[in-house]
């Protein structure tokens, strides 16, 4: 038992290998694809295209604001301590 479930694990595992591999050929095979992964690679751009460059953000510090205690609380709290 433990053969079989040995033997369609790997039969699995290559059918989605397979899968990913005649996927890999189609795209090899397309002309357009090849030359966008060819200038991506080299870094490379046409007469006609406009490169980019958008900068990582960075990071910005906020500071806490205390927050302010309403009036109708500082009268309470005058009224009440004394």
Known sequence: ???YRQN????EQEKKRNIELKT?????????EFEKAV???LNLHKSNEYILVIPE??????TPVP???????KWLQ???KN
């Open 24 to 32: 890999l050929l189609v795209k090899t095979n397309d002309i357009n």
């Open 57 to 62: 953000p960075t990071q910005t510090s906020v």
């Open 39 to 41: 200038r991506n690679k």
């Open 8 to 11: 369609r694990d790997e039969y």
């Open 1 to 3: 038992m433990a053969f």
């Open 67 to 73: 927050t302010t205690i309403p009036n109708p609380i």
């Open 78 to 80: 005058v009224f009440l």
